[in-house]
């Protein structure tokens, strides 16, 4: 799979260029100084990826800021998406080129744009003041902050059919021996248990990924030890779980026929025609289904993976991408009142009515539209009851590439999974040393 919160970066995005401008300032960014007022208009540069969602986000949250800020114009820079766009945004940084503000993804990623010499720090900047304090530490680097949620959150876990659960009288499960019982009802209603899409590899290897919030309540320290080269998947049992979840729902052949060629849409219509129960995914991957399938807003409902106990039950959350400030910007007053408006329920409003969200804003007293996708309102629940954790991806810049490969093997009973485990833990030394992190 492309990295987790890559999929999410490229599930949201924008593009348009804006009109309309604001009382700027200048001055020393680099010094983290206020800029005195400028005497006129201010135009800031915003770069910005190329997903459409991204784009809509973008142009609703620019509409919004320069209608309450009719002195400050904002115009837009699309960058391309994936490995040239990632490109693009380092070099622009590394040269002193970069747009007043930017769009990227948060997490592990961020440590690569060299935060500390190309970023304003915003560190107890009031800037912060609405931000959901359990998302800073994924726009933290060396113990700064640097960046505001640009977008909703998204939910890893289960997308189940709420009307097959309805019918056949379910409940959401909290454990996996809940959640597996389940499976055999619907098993027995004639109706596939688990939709499985392994033509798209990169979705094999949800069941482990999306698992992340179980070893995190299990092990808190998981994230730190396991970039440090102290803990393993195949040493810890919470770890090797994902694995062996995989390894179940083959041998209880719960999968839906010709499984290995099924692909992300056909996942989905299944799960949304109620042919399929459950589709291990994120709720980012919905909205494209809604077009033919609109009943999937309501119908789709999200859980988080199962683990061994039902008093921490939670989920894992795939957390927004962010919007930052480059150190060379000239209008460090009009970029800073900008991230402030994104990071406030005004833009979570502007946003949602331009786009639906598929998870909840991570801003203080940003609330859910009455139409929000069922998946978006059931993710709430999660981290109204802070019963989250952020997916490994954005603690650990560790990623082994051969992951979807090695969740293949393990999902069609090819590879046992304790040594699907070990497998991945080659996978991620190797990684683990070519990005010269001590103790590997």
């Not at 995914?281 to 988080?304: K, S, Y």
């Not at 786009?355 to 069922?374: C, E, M, Y």
Request: with cysteine.
């Amino acid at each position: 799979m492309k990295t987790s919160h890559r999929l999410s970066a490229a599930a949201l995005a924008v593009v348009t260029s804006a009109v309309l401008t604001s009382c700027g300032t200048s001055g020393d960014p680099g010094a983290g100084s206020q800029a005195a007022p400028a005497d006129g208009p201010v135009t800031l540069s915003f770069m910005i990826g190329s997903d459409q969602s991204i784009q809509d986000t973008a142009k609703a949250l620019i509409a919004a800021f320069t209608k309450a800020n009719p002195t400050i114009k904002i115009t837009t820079e699309v960058s391309p998406g994936g490995s040239e766009g990632d490109n693009l945004v380092k070099t622009r940084l590394a040269t002193g080129e970069m747009t007043d503000v930017f769009w990227y993804n948060s997490g592990s990623l961020l440590q690569a744009l060299n935060p500390a010499q190309t970023m304003v720090d915003l560190t107890g900047d009031p800037v912060l003041a609405q931000v959901q304090p359990d998302y800073l530490p994924v726009v933290t680097q060396g113990g700064k902050v640097y960046g505001v949620p640009a977008a909703a959150a998204a939910g890893g876990g289960i997308l189940y059919n709420r009307k097959v659960y309805e019918r056949l009288g379910l409940q959401v499960p909290k454990t996996w021996a809940e959640f597996m019982a389940n499976n055999e009802k619907i098993k027995a209603a004639g109706i596939t248990p688990v939709v499985t899409t392994f033509k798209d590899t990169w979705t094999s290897q949800l069941l482990v990924l999306a698992d992340y919030y179980n070893i995190h309540a299990a092990h808190p320290s998981f994230a730190a030890d396991f970039t440090a080269g102290k803990a393993k998947f195949a040493t810890t049992p919470a770890a090797t779980a994902g694995f062996q979840h995989l390894a179940d729902i083959h041998a209880k052949d719960f999968v839906n026929k010709g499984f290995g060629s099924a692909t992300v849409d056909q996942g989905l219509g299944l799960l949304a025609e109620g042919k399929g129960a459950h589709y291990p995914m994120l709720t980012a991957i919905l909205p494209p289904v809604l077009a033919t399938r609109p009943n999937a807003a309501t119908d789709v409902g999200f859980f988080g993976v199962p683990g061994d106990d039902a008093a921490k039950h939670g989920a894992t959350v795939w957390e927004p991408p962010a919007i930052y400030i480059a150190r060379t910007t000239e209008h460090l007053d009009a970029a800073k009142k900008f991230l402030a408006f994104v990071a406030s329920p005004a833009a979570a409003d502007a946003v949602n009515a331009a786009v639906q969200p598929t998870g909840p804003f991570r801003v203080k007293g940003a609330k859910l539209p009455g139409n929000a996708l069922q998946v978006a309102k059931d993710l709430q629940v999660y981290i109204d009851n802070q019963a989250t954790a952020p997916a490994l991806e954005f603690l650990s810049p560790v990623k082994g590439p051969s992951l979807e490969q090695i969740t293949v093997a393990v999902g069609t009973g090819l590879t046992p999974p304790a040594e699907g485990a070990a497998q991945y833990d080659k996978d991620v030394e190797k990684q683990a040393k070519q990005l010269g992190l001590p103790g590997w």
